[in-house]
């Protein structure tokens, strides 16, 4: 694999991402005692999107990242632009109202449109592609499509086209499929030179960003303040984005999600003509397991194919071994291909896979637990944030207002991970959830 021959003092995991990541100039660790009106904690896309939605609106916006712009799931995920939630919208409206169902469906397709936006109007070089699809491996799963369609189009949403067994092969050329669901406003992008893009339009809109800056703890107040080692960072407003990567930094988020891993590797440039036949439509593909496979094509035409699922946030000893079976399922003839990347990293999961956003305090605001589908999300939910600190917080509330269950004691994430995933699943059921 060529892991090795990326920059050693590069900090980024040793992804096909970094190793293609446009150049990014160096941000200084925080020093010192400053004072911001807004402070965004991780610069991931919840926070980048946040600042940036921010400082769009004027506001005076500061950025502390504990690694580096895009370090975290943000820089190194399967680049799926997926519309919806992790949720069906009709488990939404069973579990918390037809209103909460409505107001989350009239959003639910904008976070890909915020990215395309985003990738016009600041010139963003992310290699940006429209159209991604479900793929069903049944006859239910399909059945399900359907439903799904029926029910995003009652809340407006009508982008989409159900495919058969044939129409299918023109996103994928393989025989594992009985159909799927075209959506033309999903679509695909390299995540991390998104990031980095979104990281350089904030400081060209004035917005600060300071890297290898944990916050190691917070303190409420009218003035709100980041601690971290060698700098208090003082803000009327603080907005906490650190998802799967936050550790214990705020003890009062800690149990609300669990951090889960998920694997990517990217196949040796396969060349233009195979590309466009196992891909003809260049779309991106996932299936409609719950521990789903997920791929596109790279600009260069790699493979890049995810999946697998670890409970608690652990990289396995083998990425190539766990998603190579599941790469020769889908397309037998890269069986032997060689894999030239293979990284995981941690998403955050909610135990009922709504994302969760609220405030700890009037001028506190968290959002998190995007449950494996985040690449939208995270945007949707920076803008609706910038939305509540400028005055306008019904978008905001209508997620805030979504009970959320918290995992039960933070000292429980850490046991084996094995008796944690099947406490998920009974957990889960326990609940009806
Ligand atoms: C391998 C993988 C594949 C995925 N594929 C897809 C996909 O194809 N489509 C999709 O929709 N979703 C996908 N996801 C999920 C998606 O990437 C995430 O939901 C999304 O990126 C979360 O963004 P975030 O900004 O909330 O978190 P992150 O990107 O993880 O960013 C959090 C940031 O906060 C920083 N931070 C944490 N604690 C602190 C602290 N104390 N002080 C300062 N900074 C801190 C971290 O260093 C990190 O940079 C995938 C995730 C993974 C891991």
């Known amino acids: 694999m060529k892991q090795s021959s990326l920059p050693r003092a590069w900090p980024h995991a040793p992804s096909y991402y970094a190793a293609s990541a446009h150049p990014a100039p160096a941000r200084p660790p925080a020093e010192g005692h400053r004072r911001h009106q807004i402070c965004v904690v991780g610069a991931g896309f919840s926070g980048l999107s946040t600042a940036l939605a921010l400082a769009e609106r004027g506001y005076d916006v500061c950025v502390v990242e504990a690694s580096h712009v895009g370090w975290g799931a943000s820089g190194r995920n399967g680049g799926q632009l997926v519309n919806g939630y992790s949720r069906d919208l009709d488990v939404v409206a069973a579990r918390y109202g037809r209103t909460a169902a409505a107001a989350l469906g ?52 009508d982008a989409l086209e159900i495919l058969d067994e044939h129409t299918i092969r023109a996103h994928a050329a393989t025989d594992r499929y009985v159909g799927g669901l075209l ?32 916050v190691v703890s917070i303190e409420h107040g009218p003035v709100a ?26 003890p009062a988020l800690r149990d609300r999600v669990m951090p889960v891993a998920t694997q990517v590797m990217a196949t040796e440039p396969l060349g233009a003509e195979t590309a466009a036949r196992l891909m003809p439509a260049g779309t991106c593909v996932e299936d409609c397991n719950y521990m789903l496979d997920y791929y596109r094509m790279s600009a260069d035409h790699r493979l890049l194919f995810g999946g697998g699922t670890v409970y608690g946030g652990t990289t396995p000893a083998d990425i190539q071994a766990r998603l190579r079976p599941h790469l020769a399922r889908t397309f037998g003839e890269l069986a032997n291909v060689r894999i030239d990347y293979a990284w995981s990293g941690n998403f955050a999961l909610t135990l009922t896979r ?30 609706i944030v ?16 979504l009970r959320n269950h918290p995992f039960p004691g933070g000292r429980l994430l850490r046991v084996p991970l094995s008796v944690l995933g099947s406490w998920y699943y009974r957990a889960r059921e326990g609940l009806g959830l």
Do not use: K
């Open 386 to 401: 910038a939305e509540a600190i400028d005055g306008s917080p019904a978008r905001f509330d209508a997620f805030a207002a």
């Open 106 to 157: 009239a959003m639910a397709f904008e976070g890909a449109d915020i990215i395309r936006d985003r990738v016009h109007r600041y010139g963003i070089d992310c290699h940006l592609r429209d159209g991604g699809v479900f793929a069903a491996l049944n006859r239910r799963q399909l059945d399900a499509l359907v439903e799904r369609v029926t029910s995003w189009q009652a809340h407006g949403h």
């Open 183 to 214: 959506d033309r406003r999903g679509g695909h992008v390299h995540p991390l030179n998104l990031a980095l893009g979104e990281a350089a339009a904030i400081e060209a809109l004035g917005g600060t960003i300071h890297e290898q800056s944990p």
């Open 354 to 383: 709504i994302p969760h956003l609220g405030r700890l305090a009037d001028n506190v605001y968290f959002t998190h637990g995007y449950s494996g589908h985040g690449v939208t999300t995270t945007h949707l939910a920076g803008v």
């Open 225 to 250: 303040s980041v601690h971290t080692e060698r700098a208090t960072i003082r803000a009327d407003t603080l907005v906490l984005c650190g998802n799967a990567y936050l550790g214990n930094a705020v």
